[in-house]
């Protein structure tokens, strides 16, 4: 079993910034790609930003040039530093974790989410 556990939300003002942690742990062989995605009431949950092994990166236009997602392969560690934050950046954001137990056994593990506020 992977466990992730995120840290680093709150509540902070526009304009602000906040940086967002996740640890991978557990029976762990392989991390392939690490994510964040977001959820605000009402809404379906959507993706943040994403990024693979190598240090390839993906980011929603919504968050282009205000958020950077980067990891730490040895530290199973995966980090959301977002800036510049806007009201609409509300929402509970979740780390997503893909990878491998081992040969052939796949895992696809979500962590609990933190919330992040920004006031206006």
């Known amino acids: 079993q992977v466990h992730l556990v995120e840290s680093g939300g709150g509540l902070v003002q526009a304009g602000g910034s906040l940086r967002l942690s996740c640890a991978a742990s557990?029976?762990?062989?392989?991390?392939?790609?690490m994510g964040w995605y977001r959820q605000a009431p009402g809404k379906q949950r959507e993706l943040v930003a994403t990024?693979?092994?190598?240090?390839?990166?993906n980011y929603a236009d919504s968050v282009k040039g205000r958020f950077t997602i980067s990891r730490d392969n040895a530290k199973k560690t995966v980090y959301l530093q977002m800036n510049s934050l806007k009201p609409e950046d509300t929402a509970v954001y979740y780390c997503?974790?893909?990878?491998?137990?081992?040969?052939?056994?796949?895992?696809?593990?979500w962590g609990q989410g933190t919330q992040v506020t920004v006031s206006a």
């Open positions: 997503n974790v893909q990878g491998a137990q081992g040969p052939g056994r796949g895992y696809d593990s």
């Open positions: 557990g029976s762990i062989f392989d991390i392939n790609v």
């Open positions: 990024v693979t092994r190598r240090a390839s990166t």
